[in-house]
């Protein structure tokens, strides 16, 4: 029998939590010991508020509870991201978790609307999707299981509090018998013959030993950027985003069952309900906006009034090269950043932990494990880099430098490959496992102003009056089934109310 590994975890944001509560909820004592590190001096970044649904795969997995995590988190729920002044200043479109309507005759339900567009039945794709109708309305209920109904062609993910989230995850983890430390790592000794982390040692002079590190110190990178000299590479050429203003303000009555997306003269801004503020943020390149300026817009654009002063992040996008080197794997902050358009980081960070979870290593690391491991994290990383650099790329706006630069620059080949596949008949990406579907694909697309040429030859199989008959029924139902869930606010009240929540019909009375 192999010993229990002695497990490191330094750092306790997101992504030291989240990996403690993984590895406490899913492994016995008898397969790993787990020691977590951090320094309430330091503190976390903290502002990762919008998640995806894939969280609620982790959530399940090591059995948190969900309308407990949600009131303990001021949570609300988020049913897509809606983008406004992205194609071009006045374009408005979400990106939904689902589906725009149902396959028809084997083939995707956007060829089937592309041909009665051509036809010249300019049917709105989004009234097709039951998430967007959903979200305009600020409706909510969870989707049903039966996969013949419209309404289970959605999925839902959460907004909320994340050091709430943080705090949560501690309790979980130290409950199933993670041990935590209070204080600062000051050194990293490498093991000399090796080359392994051997130890950390705090600023109380105590030596901390283990089998395996997780660096999750965050942009910091402890372990595996200042020890193990792990190579960065950057991607900010094609996303030059690289600070963050962040402010919450008071509750608004806009109540949205979505986080907001408002492109800016050299970035955009971000707005996130939850159940006591709403969070906000600006994200800008600095290479085209004084820190000042974008701090100025910031504070002009929220809808209710600040709580605090703005706090100001910088992060370049890119990512570790190998985040699993030798006995340490970094996850989140550590092992690369992508700018939070799409909600990523904490979707990655769950991908790295169920990653380690399935190739976890006994007493010698199998370097077989750790290659397939860095192969799935650079993979899930490159994909969600081009999806992010579509939204910047497939502009039009002409009126601020940033737009004209993301434009006019040079893609990576992946993703010419997919906008041109797209623009020749509609044609979409569809992976096997991992960030984006199809359906997300067409969302931005279609959203950011491309207009396939054609489409698959299959949907001309359907007669015509046949098709405008479904969409039109598709149509209805969506629209009377919508019309009929309760509102998110009112789901929220009985579903998972927070003792902090601010009631709505008080949110903005002061502002
Ligand atoms: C502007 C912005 C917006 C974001 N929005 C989203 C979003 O909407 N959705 C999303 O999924 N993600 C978002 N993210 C990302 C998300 O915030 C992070 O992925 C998440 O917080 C994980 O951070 P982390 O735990 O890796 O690092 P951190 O939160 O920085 O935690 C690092 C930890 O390491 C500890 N530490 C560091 N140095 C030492 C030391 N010497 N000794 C001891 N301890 C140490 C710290 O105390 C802390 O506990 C956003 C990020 C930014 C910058």
Not at 43 to 62: C, D, F, K, S, W
Not at 290 to 308: H, P, S, V, W
Not at 393 to 422: G, Q
Request: aromatic residues 10%; negative net charge; charged residues 25%.
């Amino acid at each position: 029998m192999d010993k229990p590994l002695r497990v490191v975890i330094v750092g306790g944001g997101t992504s030291g939590w989240m990996t403690a509560a993984a590895l406490t909820g899913t492994l016995k004592p008898n397969i790993c010991r787990v020691r977590l590190i951090e320094s309430d001096e330091i503190g976390i970044v903290g502002v990762g508020e919008a998640t995806l649904p894939q969280m609620r795969e982790y959530n399940e997995a090591i059995g948190i509870i969900e309308p407990e995590m949600m009131a303990r988190t001021n949570g609300t729920f988020k049913l897509a991201i809606q983008f406004r002044d992205w194609g071009f200043k006045g374009s408005e479109y979400y990106h939904p978790f689902g589906k725009h309507g149902q396959p028809l005759g084997g083939i995707g339900f956007h060829h089937h609307w592309l041909r009665a567009r051509q036809a010249g039945r300019a049917y709105d794709l989004e009234d097709f999707s039951y998430a967007v109708v959903a979200s305009r309305r600020q409706k909510f209920e969870f989707p049903v299981s039966d996969l013949k109904a419209i309404n289970s062609t959605y999925s839902y993910a959460y907004h909320f509090d994340a050091s709430l989230y943080a705090k949560y995850l501690r309790g979980f983890s130290e409950q199933r018998g993670a041990v935590r430390t209070e204080g600062r790592v000051v050194d990293v000794t490498l093991d000399p013959l090796s080359g392994d982390v051997a130890s950390v040692t705090m600023d109380s002079g105590e030596v901390i030993t283990g089998d395996l590190f997780i660096d999750c110190s965050g942009f910091r990178a402890l372990l595996i950027g200042k020890a193990l000299n792990s190579p960065f590479e950057s991607w900010n050429k094609w996303l030059p985003c690289d600070r963050a203003w962040a402010v919450p303000c008071d509750r608004s009555p806009d109540f949205t069952p979505y986080t907001r997306s408002t492109a800016r003269e050299a970035g955009w801004q971000w707005r996130i309900p939850l159940q006591h503020r709403t969070g906000n943020g600006y994200v800008f390149s600095s290479g085209f906006i004084e820190e000042d300026k974008a701090r100025e817009t910031l504070m002009a654009n929220l809808d209710g009034a600040a709580q605090q002063d703005p706090r100001l992040l910088r992060f370049e996008a890119g990512r570790r090269t190998a985040s699993w080197t030798r006995n340490c794997v970094a996850i989140g902050l550590a092992s690369g950043f992508l700018e939070p358009l799409e909600s990523t980081s904490i979707y990655l960070v769950q991908a790295a932990v169920m990653a380690l979870l399935r190739f976890f290593p006994r007493q010698k690391i199998d370097p077989v494990l750790v290659a397939e491991f860095n192969r799935r994290v650079d993979n899930e990383y490159d994909r969600i880099r081009d999806f992010l650099i579509l939204h910047y790329h497939l502009n039009t706006r002409d009126d601020a430098e940033i737009w004209r630069y993301c434009r006019n620059m040079s893609v990576p080949d992946s993703l010419a490959e997919k906008i041109e596949m797209f623009r020749h008949r509609g044609h979409l990406p569809a992976y096997k496992d991992g960030l984006f579907s199809p359906a997300s694909w067409l969302s931005v697309l279609h959203g950011q102003g491309l207009v396939p040429r054609g489409y698959e030859r299959l949907a001309d199989n359907l007669e015509f009056d046949d098709l405008v008959h479904r969409m039109d029924e598709l149509h209805g139902k969506i629209d009377a089934r919508v019309d009929a869930m309760p509102s998110h606010d009112a789901f929220i009240r009985d579903y998972c109310p927070s003792p902090e929540a601010v009631p709505l019909e008080r949110a903005g009375a002061v502002a």
